[in-house]
C-alpha cells in the first residue's frame, strides 16, 4: 500500500518536472495535442480559435527547495529512473507552458 501511494506522488512530480526537460524546438512540427495531453494530462487552460488554431496552458508547480530520490534498485542504491519529488515547503511560484497547435500539430511553444 505504501508503495502506491508513493509511485502515485512520484507520478505527480515527473509530471511536473517533465516539462522542464522536454526539448520543445524539437518537437515543433510534429508533436500532436493529443500526445501532449497523454503526456501531461489535459491543460490548465485552452482556447480554439476561428482559424483551428489551439492556444493550450499547462500550470505547474514551480520548487526551489531540496529534492528526495523515490524508489532503490535491488542493491539498496538509489533508483533513478522512478524519480525525483519536491521536499519541505509547498511551491514557491508557478510557470506556465503554452504550446500552440494548428491542426492539431505543434506549431509553437513559450513558457512564463
Known amino acids: 500500500m505504501v508503495a502506491f ?4 506522488l512520484v507520478a505527480t512530480a ?8 522536454a526539448d520543445w524546438n524539437a518537437r515543433v512540427g510534429h ?8 503526456e501531461f494530462g489535459p491543460p490548465s487552460k485552452q ?4 482559424n483551428g488554431q489551439l492556444v493550450a496552458d499547462w500550470v505547474t ?3 526551489n527547495g531540496s529534492t528526495a530520490t523515490v524508489g532503490e534498485d535491488f542493491n539498496g542504491n538509489p533508483d533513478m529512473a ?6 519541505g515547503n509547498p511551491p514557491n511560484s508557478e510557470s506556465t507552458m503554452q504550446l500552440t497547435f494548428t491542426n492539431n500539430v505543434l506549431e509553437s511553444w513559450s513558457r512564463r
Open 47 to 50: 482556447t480554439k480559435w476561428e
Open 14 to 21: 515527473i509530471a511536473g518536472c517533465a516539462t522542464q526537460g
Open 61 to 63: 508547480p514551480v520548487y
Open 31 to 38: 508533436y500532436t495535442y493529443n500526445q501532449a495531453v497523454a
Open 5 to 8: 501511494g508513493a509511485g502515485a
Open 82 to 87: 522512478v524519480g525525483v519529488i519536491p521536499m
